[in-house]
T-cell receptor, first 111, second 113 residues
Framework: DVKVTQSSRYLVKRTGEKVFLECVQDMDHENMFWYRQDPGLGLRLIYFSYDVKMKEKGDIPEGYSVSREKKERFSLILESASTNQTSMYLC??????????FGPGTRLLVL | AQSVTQPDIHITVSEGASLELRCNYSYGATPYLFWYVQSPGQGLQLLLKYFSGDTLVQGIKGFEAEFKRSQSSFNLRKPSVHWSDAAEYFCAVLNTGGFKTIFGAGTRLFVKA
């Protein structure tokens, strides 16, 4: 069965802290994605990766960076967390041109 | 630019009633089309997808969707709603050969007894 896991379900951080969100998939998918989800805005793509060490900016990359050192793992980094980054963060993986499989999400609160 | 419109922010239906959730997309060619469901506090789960062929596609949990090229629509339907269907539903498009899936803003479904 397909599985995408995210390191935390809930996270509380302070303004200015560096935050790491980890995502792991067990499907050998090439493509991995990070979205943030806010009420009324749907899912907005932050970054995606189509191969190890490859990354592309999505629609809202400002304030974020990513790392993909291994095929199964895709990390989202908030270099200096701000209150406007309080949100639900969803990771997904997909084979080429296929369905995206989502993790359960991380709800991040920045105080 | 590609876009996906779900015109209804929320819908309330009675248990046992039929359901139709609307989705319109803007894209030059026929993209891949998806419906996902998100239960409270959870990630998204695929309900069904359309890539080509028969324009009426069946999904899980008794859902179906019909692709209408002339209307650029991909509406989701269910003949009889159950209380467990209360969730948020997202329509999405992926351009063929591309990486980026575009999601609609979502429609929240409420089911009343």
């Amino acid at each position: 069965d397909v599985k995408v896991t995210q390191s935390s379900r809930y996270l509380v951080k302070r303004t200015g802290e560096k935050v790491f969100l980890e995502c792991v998939q067990d499907m050998d998918h090439e493509n991995m994605f990070w979205y943030r989800q806010d009420p009324g805005l749907g899912l907005r793509l932050i970054y995606f990766s189509y191969d190890v060490k490859m990354k592309e900016k999505g629609d809202i990359p400002e304030g974020y960076s990513v790392s993909r050192e291994k095929k199964e793992r895709f990390s989202l980094i908030l270099e200096s967390a701000s209150t406007n980054q309080t949100s639900m963060y969803l990771c997904a993986s997909a084979g080429q041109g296929e369905t995206q499989y989502f993790g359960p999400g991380t709800r991040l609160l920045v105080l | 630019a590609q876009s996906v419109t779900q015109p209804d922010i929320h819908i309330t239906v009675s248990e046992g009633a039929s359901l139709e959730l609307r989705c319109n997309y803007s894209y030059g060619a026929t993209p891949y089309l998806f419906w996902y469901v998100q239960s409270p506090g959870q990630g998204l789960q695929l309900l069904l997808k359309y890539f080509s062929g028969d324009t009426l596609v069946q999904g899980i949990k008794g859902f179906e969707a019909e692709f209408k090229r002339s209307q650029s629509s991909f509406n989701l339907r269910k003949p009889s709603v159950h209380w467990s269907d209360a969730a948020e539903y997202f329509c999405a498009v992926l351009n063929t050969g591309g990486f980026k899936t575009i999601f609609g803003a979502g429609t929240r479904l409420f089911v009343k007894a």
